[in-house]
């Protein structure tokens, strides 16, 4: 079984100035430093932040599902903003789906704001299907909103 899905977030900063942030592990930084209570701690296992780079994701106690969640950058498109990673260890993995990859497409709405898209993308044996019910984008959700406010304040405080 496939599926897909897709949470938008209106974030008024130049599509830029957010791409600068969650193309690179600035994202991972200020996520330990904004959402430890649901993020726990991000740690990059291998890499510099480019294509092939491993982050380790240990949620914070009380988030219900895995422990932990490690991913592996898969794609880095500058010119389209687009970012994509995969599930490798922990995280929807252990729950039995075959494939799940996160996709960050940072899209221009005008010269001040942008939308963040995030997409989860899956794929589960049939016999599983009940468990895809699991898959939700509420920790994108979090992070945009987090991400967007932090950098919303930080526009405002260097005019």
Same mark, same amino acid.
Not at 8 to 35: G, M, Q, S
Not at 80 to 96: A, C, F, P, Q, T
């Given at each position: ?61 009380? %988030? ?55 997409? %989860? ?9 009940? %468990? ?28």
């Amino acid at each position: 079984m496939h599926g897909h899905l897709s949470q938008d977030a209106l974030i008024k900063v130049p599509a830029a100035v957010v791409w600068d942030v969650y193309r690179t592990l600035e994202l991972a930084r200020l996520l330990n430093e904004l959402l430890q209570d649901v993020f726990g701690k991000i740690e990059v296992v291998q890499g510099d932040g480019g294509v092939g780079t491993i982050l380790k994701i240990t949620f914070a106690p009380g %988030i219900p599902g895995p422990s932990y969640l490690s991913e592996i950058f898969t794609k880095i498109d500058d010119e389209m903003r687009v970012k994509e990673s995969e599930n490798i260890e922990g995280g929807y993995k252990d729950l039995g789906f075959e494939r799940c990859g996160f996709r960050l497409h940072i899209i221009e709405k005008d010269v001040e704001s942008c939308i963040v898209r995030s997409t %989860i993308e899956y794929e589960i044996d049939d016999k599983l299907k009940d %468990i895809a019910s699991q898959v939700n984008t509420r920790p994108q959700e979090i992070m945009n909103g987090c991400i967007g406010k932090y950098l919303e304040e930080k526009m405002r405080s260097a005019n």
